[in-house]
Each structure stands twice: as structure tokens, then as C-alpha cells.
């Protein structure tokens, strides 16, 4: 039997692993657009809250539904998880994890040096966040760790490049 905090380990993998692909990727297509740092960092909390929160609401009423239609239906689960404590670790992870990709225009504020780097910093900071939640991923999946890594690496990195090319075309429909 899993100890509590292992039960929510998936939820808290999946929020960790959201955050990082979705505020990353504001801070990629933000960049593309040629949008400053200001609004990268504006939209970038915007995105960790509002999405962590929608992403939290979707996860509780999803877990709510499913152990509802287990009791009406009589299934006993042995594994039956509590929708608000689902939520609450989707939602920490996704901002604490997503929190990353933003910490090096946060410190750019205080840190000239870090000004002239921030994308680089944020991207490598960013990956190095990829390869310990696909660590962990692995974990829970019981998967290669190498395999589990790679993978996580690769769909974050596509979904950057979409939205750095999806801000770059934007930006030059838009001018």
C-alpha cells in the first residue's frame, strides 16, 4: 500500500510537468512576439495561477466524479483518493515547478548579468526541471528513467518551439 504522500505523487507529476511545458512556453512565444520581460513575467504568473487553479478545479471534479460513479456502482477501489487533496498537490506543483522557467527574469530585476542571459538561463533551468520530474515520472510509471527523461525533455521542447513560432509569425502578421 502506498503511504499517503506517494498517492498523490501522479497528480503532483502531472501538475509539475504541465507547469513547466505551459510557462515555458509563454516564456518562448512571448519571446518570439519580441514582447520585453515585463510582459513575459506579467503573463507568465498570470499563466501559473489561472491555469494552475483551472488545472487544480479540472483535477477535483474529475476525482469527485470518479469516486461517485464508484459508489454508484457499487466498485470498492482500494486506491480512492481525496478530490481536494488531488487538487491541492496539482495546483503546488504546477506553480512551484512552473515557477522555474520565470526565475531567471524574476532575478534579471536585481541581477544585470542575469539580464543579458534570461532566455538561456530560463531554458536551461527550465530543462534541468524537465530531467528531475521525468526522473520521477519514471517512478511512478515504472518506466526507464533514461526513456521517461528523454521523453518529458522532447515534449517540452516541442511545445516551446510551437509557441516561440507561433509568436514569431503573430508578431510579424501583427506589425
Known amino acids: 500500500m502506498k503511504k499517503n504522500g506517494e498517492k498523490y505523487l501522479p497528480e503532483f507529476i502531472y501538475g509539475a510537468i504541465d507547469g513547466i511545458v505551459t510557462t515555458f512556453a509563454v516564456v518562448a512565444g512571448s519571446l518570439g512576439a519580441g514582447l520585453s520581460s515585463s510582459i513575459i513575467l506579467i503573463l507568465g504568473f498570470a499563466n501559473l495561477f489561472a491555469d494552475g487553479f483551472s488545472m487544480a478545479i479540472s483535477n477535483y471534479l474529475s476525482i469527485k466524479s470518479e469516486n461517485e460513479l464508484n459508489s454508484r456502482h457499487n466498485h470498492k477501489h482500494d486506491h480512492v483518493k481525496n478530490p481536494k487533496k488531488t487538487a491541492l498537490a496539482t495546483f503546488n506543483a504546477f506553480v512551484i515547478v512552473g515557477f ?15 539580464n543579458t542571459h534570461k532566455f538561456l538561463y530560463s531554458g536551461i533551468l527550465t530543462g534541468i526541471a524537465f530531467i528531475i520530474v521525468g526522473a520521477f515520472k519514471s517512478k511512478i510509471i515504472g518506466n526507464s528513467r533514461i526513456k521517461s527523461i528523454i ?18 509569425i503573430l508578431k510579424s502578421i501583427a506589425v
Open 151 to 168: 521523453e518529458t525533455l522532447i515534449i517540452g521542447g516541442i511545445a516551446a518551439f510551437i509557441a516561440y513560432l507561433v509568436g514569431y
Open 100 to 114: 522555474i522557467p520565470l526565475i531567471s527574469f524574476v532575478l534579471a530585476m536585481f541581477i544585470p548579468f542575469v
